[in-house]
């Protein structure tokens, strides 16, 4: 059964970076890849990035310079750094498998 | 990058209605191998979002045929037939060939 779940603070400070971390089950990573997508409150899903089954890494280039997501493998967890937050980076994290599995999302609050 | 454009954003409809749901990529999602990667995602009031369609027009598992995506190269559509109450809440296209963008969303509500 294919499960992922988002862990990780629910409020960050201005100009701190933001780590989450994505645990899943049922599947392997070196078999999918897994997608961040994220979604401000009362507003549209915005795709973040991808870490692909082969490691590489794609990102959204509006967030680029700020985001990095790496992954353990052996333990089944996808990682997610975006350093230098503002309030309007307030929103619910999600990851997803496929845009077909997501996880619960984790709602992240940035006080300045 | 790949701009998605959807119309509506915002659609009325009576149960047992049609809906229909327009989305226009800012340029050919067709691959290089030959498929299209263009996904309709699903999300209710509160839940997490969830894919319905993938490659413009395969339904994913448990999906009912109420439901149907066309399209090719820039231009999709996702067609709702006989809207239930459970159908209500935000469409979004999502473009999956070139990295991935989501359209702005279109949200379905009851008239």
């Known amino acids: 059964q294919v499960q992922l779940k988002e862990s990780g603070p629910v409020l960050v400070q201005a100009s701190e970076t933001l780590s989450l971390t994505c645990t899943v089950s049922?599947?392997?990573?070196?078999?999918?890849?897994v997608i961040w997508v994220r979604q401000p409150p009362g507003k549209g899903l915005e795709w973040m990035g991808i870490i692909w089954r082969n490691g590489n890494t794609d990102y959204n280039s509006a967030l680029k310079s700020r985001l990095s997501i790496n992954r353990d493998t052996s333990k089944s967890q996808v990682f997610l750094k975006m350093n230098s937050l503002q309030t309007d980076d307030t929103a619910i994290y999600y990851c997803?498998?496929?845009?077909?599995?997501w996880g619960q999302g984790v709602m992240v609050t940035v006080s300045s | 990058d790949i701009v998605m454009t959807q119309t509506p954003l915002s659609l009325s409809v009576a149960i047992g209605q049609s809906a229909s749901i327009s989305c226009k990529s800012s340029q050919s999602l067709k691959y290089s191998d030959g498929k299209t990667y263009l996904n309709w995602v699903f999300q209710s009031p509160g839940q997490s979002p969830k894919r319905l369609i993938y490659?413009?027009?395969k339904l994913d598992s448990g999906v009912p045929d109420r439901f149907s995506g066309t399209g090719s190269e820039t231009d999709f559509t996702l067609k709702i037939s006989r809207v239930e109450a459970e159908d209500l809440g935000v469409y979004y296209c999502?473009?999956?060939?070139?990295?991935?963008?989501f359209g702005a969303g279109t949200k379905l509500e009851l008239k």
């Open positions: 997803t498998r496929d845009l077909l599995w």
């Open positions: 999502c473009q999956g060939s070139y990295s991935y963008t």
């Open positions: 049922g599947f392997s990573l070196t078999n999918y890849g």
């Open positions: 490659q413009v027009s």
